[in-house]
C-alpha cells in the first residue's frame, strides 16, 4: 500500500528528489489520522463543554430569577404583614382611646394587664408552607418578628373587648336597675335629654367606619351608648337640698297638718334651723324663682332631661329666672313661708311633669352616679 516514492521539487533551476519510504508513508498516514481524530475529539469535547456552560448559565439564570421571584415574594408578604401590624396598632391606640373615655365608675386600673389570655393568632399570612432555609434569612427574622407583633397585639385587643364589653354592659345594666328602682325609665330620659351644643369643639379625629373591624365598631357604639347615657343621668338630683336637717314628712298619704285629713304630699318636709343653707341638688336653670301660693317663697329648677325640682315656704331667694346654676349652689335659706307649720323645706322631684318620691330617686341612685 505505500510503495517506495521519489518526489521531485525543482526550486531556481535546481532539481532535487525526494524519497518516501514506506515507513516514512505510513506514519506521515497515522500522523495525520493522528491529528484528523484530535482534531475531532477536540471539536466534540469544545462543543460539548460550550453545552454545558450554555445549560449552567441557564440554569444560573434561572436559579437567579426564582430567587428574585422568592425575594419578592418575602417582600410582599412583609408588607402585607406591615400592613396589618399598622392597622392593628390604629386599632389598638383607637382601644386605648376607649379606655381612656370611659366613664369614671368604670374606669379600673386592671387594664394595665390587657393581653395576657387568649389563644388568637393571625391567619391572614401564612408562612409555614415555606420550604426555603430561613435560619439564616434577614427577611425570614424580620417577618417572623412582624408576625409575632402582629399576634400579640391581637391577643391583646381580643382581651380588652372581652374585659370592657363585660364591664359597659355591667355598668348599663346597673344604670337601668337603678332607674328602675327609682320608678324611671332610662329610655324616656334619654329621649328628653339633648346634648349640650355649646362649650364644645377641638380638631377633627374622625372614626372612619371603614377603618374599624366589627369588634372595634360594636365596643364604639356600646360605649357611645353607655357615655350617653351616663351624660343624661349626670344632671338627676340624687342629693338632699340641705346639710343640717330631718325629714318630717315623707312623700306620700298623709294627714293634712291644718285640715286633719287625708291628703296626697307630692315631696318630701325637711325640717331645720331657719335660714339654713339649700342647695341646688344638680345642675339647671331656674324656671321660677319667688312667690307661689302656698308654696310661699318658691324655686322651680329645670334639669333639661325631664327632672325639675321645686323648694318651698323658703325664707329667702338667693337666685334668679333664667339663671343658670350648679350642684351645690345655694339657692335660698330654709323659713316658713306660705302654708307652713314651722321652719321647714318642701322638696319636691318631678320628671315629665309627674312628681315621684324623693327618697325612692336617692335611695336608687345615690350609690350608683
Known sequence: MFPKRQFIVRQNGEIKYIKASSKVQLSLVILMALTFTWLSFSSLKY???????SQSQNQLYQSQASLDQLVLKYQDKQSQLQQQLLQVQEQQELLQNVLDSLPAAIADPKHETIGQTSDATPADIDLSAETTSKTDDPIWSVMQQSQTDLAQLKKKQQFSYHQLEQQINKRKQVLEQAMRLAGVSSASVLKQWSAPALGQGGPLNQVLAEELD???????????????????????????????YYISSLFGIRKDPMLKHPAMHKGIDMAGWIKTEIFASADGTVRRAGRNGSYGRFIEIDHHNGFMTRFGHLHKIKVKKGQKVSKDDVIGLMGSSGRSTSTHLHYEVLFNNKQINPLSLIKALKNVL
Do not use: G, M, Y
Open 214 to 244: 366589627i369588634d372595634n365598631k360594636n365596643l364604639i357604639e356600646k360605649l357611645l351608648s353607655l357615655t350617653e347615657l351616663e351624660a343624661a343621668l349626670s344632671n338627676i338630683p340624687v342629693i338632699f337640698p340641705a346639710k343640717d
Open 47 to 53: 462543543f460539548s463543554l460550550n453545552d454545558q456552560v
